[in-house]
């Protein structure tokens, strides 16, 4: 008779499972408009013309594997030894990059993964609904300074459950979070072969997550078998960690907006809308017959 795997064992399972290495193939004619744009390396400026002598990649600037979106503004053309030393990792957490190339194409590709992250997926920020653009922008630079890196989390009804592989991001940044959750929040360590994993008390779950949420996680909720899960609370806006939105204006209003999308395609918000109807843990989150009530906001201090 085998033995029962334990929590830690089947959360780290979950954790391998979700992290698989995201592959995307470019057509020809992607790699050619960015010939056609560009005739050197994003990040050191070395020349490429497409010869033998002088191949060009593209690379995501913020990577999918950290939330990074499949669009044109997210690739770059760039030189094989840059794509291969950058990896999979955000480009300000890449050390060589702040010796690569010059001061004014190091601006542009800050420049240019702020408006990539503006359309990347992000969690909810604290202001109100509807508060004023100019308040969320500010809260999501805040986060954005920092490197981005990805972390999955099972809130347990004990205890809850944070992890990572070295895929999720740089060394450094990582070491980072793991300080964070044992320091701050009392987090046990408890590693699985390649996955780092922690167990945060049940009641400091929520601080933990949002704290690596301020530190720009992208903190992917995860079910488990066989480990009960907390019941989402819908008025509770610390329950709401796991909501992902990818534009400014739906993080503004706390809520996908759901005109103009197919309730039949998989991978819209109304679709995801209809599969939240039949979720009982959401019933109460469901506002109308069309869209999803906004997450509520996080109270102010007295």
């Known amino acids: 008779m085998s033995a029962i795997p334990d929590q830690a064992t089947l959360v780290a399972h979950a954790i391998r499972a979700a992290d698989q290495p995201q592959t995307v193939d470019f057509p020809d004619w992607v790699r050619r408009q960015l010939l056609g744009q560009s005739s050197c390396c994003a990040y050191c400026l070395t020349p490429i ?39 999979h990792q955000d480009v300000v957490s890449w050390t060589a990059f702040t010796r690569s190339g010059a001061p004014s194409s190091r601006q542009a590709v800050l420049d ?32 954005w300074v920092h490197p981005r890196f990805a972390v999955h989390a099972v809130h347990g009804a004990d205890h809850g459950w944070i992890g990572w592989t070295p895929r999720s991001g740089s060394p450094n940044t990582l070491v980072s979070a793991a300080a964070l959750l044992r320091f701050s929040f009392h987090a046990v360590h408890a ?41 989402m609370e819908p008025d509770n806006w610390q329950h709401h960690w796991g909501t992902h939105l990818e534009h400014v204006a739906d993080l503004r209003r ?17 679709h995801q809308q209809m599969r939240a109807r039949r979720d009982d843990a959401v019933q109460g989150w469901v506002a109308g017959p069309d869209r999803l009530g906004a997450a509520p906001r996080k109270p102010r201090a007295f």
């Open 112 to 143: 240019r993964r702020q408006g990539v992250l503006a359309l990347a997926r992000n969690h909810l920020t604290p202001t109100r609904v509807n508060a004023p653009v100019v308040s969320v922008e500010r809260a999501l630079h805040s986060r």
């Open 49 to 87: 013309d497409g010869t033998p002598n002088r191949p060009g990649v593209i690379d995501h600037l913020v990577p999918v594997q950290l939330g990074g979106p499949l669009m044109d503004a997210n690739r770059v053309l760039a030189c094989p030894t840059c794509q291969r030393r950058k990896g």
């Open 191 to 231: 590693p699985a072969g390649r996955v780092q994993l922690y167990r945060v008390p049940g009641d400091r779950f929520l601080d933990a997550v949002w704290a690596l949420i301020e530190q720009h996680a992208l903190v992917q909720p995860l079910v488990v078998a066989n480990v009960d899960s907390v019941p």
């Open 254 to 270: 706390r809520r996908a907006k759901h005109t103009g999308n197919n309730a039949w395609t998989v991978g819209t918000p109304a």
